[in-house]
């Protein structure tokens, strides 16, 4: 039940070529770049809540690191931040970027197809400092794989323009309008990429607008839930050092969602264990750090980085996926379609 | 009207690399690279949903008969943030677009190309450019 092939590599060659602006400063490494996003961060105090705890609140994005590659090209070997000159390179490119946007007419020669028009995308505002997403191991690259890891079925997801499509099932969490994961519902995509943190005493919940996910994670030293109740996105718990906010999430069901775009990819054992850390720098960053160890699936743990900023503007809209979900039901009728089509075919040779 | 005119054939490997990836679902899964659609049609509707919106059209072919398309548009969060109101596209503008058809041969199409008639892109905007965008904020 096979497509015609119709590049499915297109969307990783896709994903870097579009974007390969992006990003922003960068959090929590030895000598971040000066923030852009946070240009008063130097004045600048940790607010705090009522009840004392650093506050984090606000509706954040990810969207300036949109493009930048989880795994660092080799070209720049153990460097994590752009120099200035690639920076303005690449601020450069993204400004072309979106005066494009702004362009009433169609380009002439434009071509038509059947991949995603560029005005579906959101946009970086700022280019992204950082050369990967990966920022530990110092190489920026993810460790290998374990063997038994390189043996799991990886759901078909929206990279792939060949899937198979024998059944619903057989497509990712994310097309199907389940969950992206953890680290799917934060790390940047072409769009959707809103994060709103709401606090209250002994509670910090995280609202993700794509696939509307609310993560509520308790800050009152409770242990974690019993090895038995497991979910997609895990048993969370806080705590504050200093001004970070550490969350450390497990009881994950394992076989759902993997680190790639959208939580595409190898998926997660469920020994998966999450570390993150949000540190804010100013008025309008955040530092966000994942530590992912999981030890079923990856040699070692590694630890991806990237800024949160806040935008004028920017808020996060409700994003109820399944109401309109018509591309699984083209992609399965069109597999039929497809099959039924190479059937006729094959009776004609006869 | 012309129904399904093969207009050209696109080198889907350049096509698909300077497109963006990882909307939320594969296209040409959904969509036939050997199905060619471009025509103009009166929009009778816009949903508003998730994970994209879906404009309707009435297409009418040169014998007069009236053939309802459904059009593929961005997620409507992302419309939002470039500016795009329900009220952006009234019912009864006519569009022109260009796009394939759904492999199963129904008359959905991905909207590769979306104009108003005298050339002008429907989807003009950035998401990063207009802070004033969304509704019931004030920039900074």
Not at chain 2, 2 to 30: G, N, Q
């Amino acid at each position: 039940m096979k497509y015609p092939c119709l590049v499915p590599v297109a969307a990783v060659v896709a994903g870097v070529a579009m974007f390969a602006l992006a990003a922003g400063p960068v959090l929590g490494q030895s000598a971040p770049p000066k923030s852009k996003a946070s240009p008063a961060a130097k004045t600048w105090t940790q607010p705090k809540t009522p009840w004392g705890d650093p506050d984090l609140q606000g509706t954040w994005t990810s969207d300036d690191c949109i493009g930048t590659p989880m795994n660092r090209p080799a070209n720049f070997g153990d460097r994590l931040y752009y120099t200035e000159q690639e920076l303005a390179d690449r601020q450069d490119r993204l400004k072309t970027q979106l005066q494009t946007d702004l362009v009433e007419t169609v380009a002439s020669g434009q071509r038509v197809g059947t991949g995603p028009p560029a005005h579906w995308a959101e946009r970086a505002r700022r280019p992204c400092r950082q050369t990967s997403l990966v920022i530990d191991p110092p190489n920026g690259k993810t460790p290998d794989l374990t063997a038994e890891a390189k043996t799991r079925r990886i759901p078909e997801g929206a990279g792939n323009n060949n899937p198979k499509a024998d059944s619903w099932e057989d497509f990712s969490y994310y097309i199907r309008c389940i969950s992206r994961g953890v680290p799917g519902s934060i790390f940047p995509v072409i769009y959707g990429n809103g994060q709103q943190i709401v606090q209250a005493p002994g509670f910090v919940t995280i609202m993700q607008e794509m696939v509307h996910e609310a993560r509520v994670i308790p800050l009152d030293g409770r242990p974690h839930a019993s090895p038995n109740i497991r979910s997609y996105m895990g048993d969370p718990r806080g705590r504050w050092e200093g001004n970070t906010l550490v969350v450390e999430t497990t009881n994950f069901l394992g076989n759902r969602n993997g680190l790639v775009g959208n939580g595409g990819g190898t998926p997660f054992s469920d020994a998966m264990k999450f570390t993150e850390r949000f540190t804010r720098l100013g008025p309008d960053e955040i530092a966000y750090k994942i530590t992912i160890d999981d030890p079923k699936t990856y040699a070692s743990p590694f630890t991806v980085g990237f800024p949160l900023t806040q935008e004028p503007g920017y808020q996060n809209f409700e994003y109820a996926c399944h109401e309109g979900n018509y591309a699984m039901f083209d992609s399965l009728s069109g597999a039929r379609a497809q099959e039924k089509r190479a059937a006729e075919a094959a009776a004609k040779k006869k | 009207m012309r129904k399904a005119l093969a207009v050209v054939v696109p080198a889907f490997v350049l096509l698909l690399a300077s497109t963006p990836a990882r909307a939320h679902h594969a296209f040409a899964a959904e969509f036939d690279a050997d199905k060619p659609i471009k025509f103009k049609g009166t929009v009778t509707k816009m949903e508003w949903i998730n994970p994209h919106a879906w404009i309707h059209i009435d297409v009418k072919g040169e014998d007069g008969k009236v053939t309802p398309w459904m059009i593929e548009a961005a997620a409507p969060n992302s419309l939002l943030r470039r500016g795009w109101t329900k009220e952006s596209l009234p019912k009864g503008t006519e569009i022109l677009v260009e796009g394939y058809q759904a492999k199963d041969g129904a008359n959905r199409g991905n909207g590769s190309i979306i104009t108003f008639t005298d050339g002008k892109k429907l989807f003009v905007g950035s998401s990063a450019g207009d802070p004033g965008a969304a509704p019931g904020t004030t920039a900074k």
